[in-house]
């Protein structure tokens, strides 16, 4: 059974997550309301994803995000949020999170995304890739100045990082195009190289920037 994390500074949003996921057969291992009891409560649950709130008094989400990758803790972290403004958006995605959902998804959708993100894969809600895009052709890069430059992606390379957009796994994307999965790995691999990427989340961003995502 995947093992979740509940972050949110509101105990009914929490409680409400809580009743929903065990629905669904996801069992929540830990609950926090602020960024730093999120940190203790990851370092003793060991969760497989965590669903983390934005705003929050005193250490909120992005804080949380930032302290994760300092102590190298690599927990799938979905950001489950009402905010969906652009800045907010890429901040989120730039200090490390591994999806982007807002609250008004349904309970398949959240489930979905939790599995998603604990098989290694990355999940952002259409409406937010949209916002992505517009914040593109704003004038903001999603992947930051000095980004490397984009080498030439074979067509497969491009049917595997559309897929990866859209949040499939390793698993999914074999069985989606007959490929092995060790294939696959090999694929993503490649792309994450060709694109100067760090992670699957960002080879997304850098490919949206590009133009090879549409």
């Keep these: 059974m995947t093992r979740v994390v509940v972050v949110d500074d509101q105990t009914l949003v929490r409680q409400g997550i809580r009743t929903l996921l065990e629905v669904a057969e996801v069992e929540v291992a830990g609950e926090a309301d602020d960024g730093q009891s999120a ?3 990851i370092a003793e649950t060991a969760p497989d994803v965590v669903l983390l709130d934005l705003r929050m008094p005193r ?3 992005i ?4 302290r994760l990758r300092e102590r190298g803790v690599e927990v799938p972290v979905l950001v489950l949020t009402t905010f969906d403004d652009d800045s907010l958006v ?11 959902l807002l609250k008004d998804v349904t309970l398949e959708q959240l ?5 998603t993100l604990a098989g290694g894969g990355t999940l952002i809600a259409p409406s937010i890739t949209d916002r992505l895009l517009r914040a593109i052709r704003s004038g903001r890069s999603p992947v930051g100045a000095g980004a ?3 080498k030439e992606l074979t067509e497969r390379e491009r049917e595997v990082l559309r897929l990866v957009a859209e949040g499939y796994n390793n698993r999914e994307i074999s069985a ?9 790995k090999n694929h993503v691999s490649t792309i994450l190289l060709k694109l100067g990427a760090r992670d699957r989340t960002n080879a997304v961003l850098r490919a949206l920037h590009e133009g090879i995502l549409r």
């Design 148 to 150: 490397a430059s984009v």
């Design 176 to 184: 989606a195009l007959f490929l092995a999965e060790g294939t696959v």
């Design 111 to 115: 489930t979905r995304a939790v599995h």
């Design 59 to 61: 250490y909120d989400g």
């Design 63 to 66: 804080w949380t995000l930032h």
């Design 90 to 100: 890429l901040d989120a995605l730039h200090a490390g999170a591994r999806g982007y």
């Design 39 to 41: 940190l203790d409560v």
